[in-house]
């Protein structure tokens, strides 16, 4: 599948056709609308279906555009918690912050709970997240914060559960205690 163009290297009305599908697909993702068909998106945007097919050629293409300023945030709040001096804080804090975004972005929700990606930046950011996850991951082992068994991967589904039934109780104060939930099963 071919990399989805970045904003920068576009022509301005191209630039503009590209933002206002961004958009249209924020506003419907706000609203419930986790399917994305691309011809409403279009629709929407005001633009023909090709338009979107060309700057974004999957859903996950689009997902994953959507998801970049979400997945740099959560690279800044990784950094983090690897920089925590206490082990176990650094993990909570990692686990805490991909819980959030998971809960205020559904484009990054939706990205992490698919194992690969599409785009290159989306890939970058991916690898990125999943090194300094890693470290964090190791250093809780080292520890003995965590059961020696966990990985990073596993973290990841966990969290992607915790988030799926936060959601199903529409509760999001919930959230905190799922956590401590899945922190105190982690333990060795």
């Known amino acids: 599948m071919a990399p989805t163009t970045s904003a920068g290297s576009l022509r301005a ?18 609203a419930g609308d986790t399917d994305l068909a691309m011809n409403a998106i279009a629709k929407a945007a005001g633009v023909g279906v090709g338009t979107v097919y060309r700057h974004f050629p999957s859903r996950q293409a689009l997902l ?13 709040d990784a950094r983090a ?20 975004f ?3 972005d559904p484009s990054l929700a939706a990205v992490l709970a698919t194992p690969s990606r599409t ?8 690898a990125e997240l999943l090194g300094t996850a890693m470290a964090v991951v190791d250093r809780a082992r080292a520890a003995g914060v965590i059961r020696p068994e966990v990985t990073a ?13 936060v959601r199903l109780g529409a509760d999001d104060s919930a959230a905190d205690r ?3 939930i899945l922190v105190s099963g982690l333990r060795p």
Do not use: K, N, W
């Open 64 to 76: 994953e555009s959507l998801a970049t300023a979400s997945f740099a945030a959560m690279i800044d």
């Open 119 to 126: 785009g290159t930046e989306a890939h970058a950011l991916s």
């Open 13 to 30: 009305d191209s630039a503009r056709a590209r933002a206002r599908v961004l958009a249209a697909a924020r506003e419907a993702l706000a």
């Open 81 to 100: 918690a690897a920089a925590e001096p206490d082990a176990a804080a650094g993990l909570a804090r990692l686990l805490r912050s991909v819980l959030r």
């Open 153 to 165: 991967d596993d973290l990841r589904r966990l969290i992607c559960g915790v988030h799926h039934a």
């Open 102 to 104: 998971q809960l205020t």
């Open 178 to 180: 799922y956590l401590e």
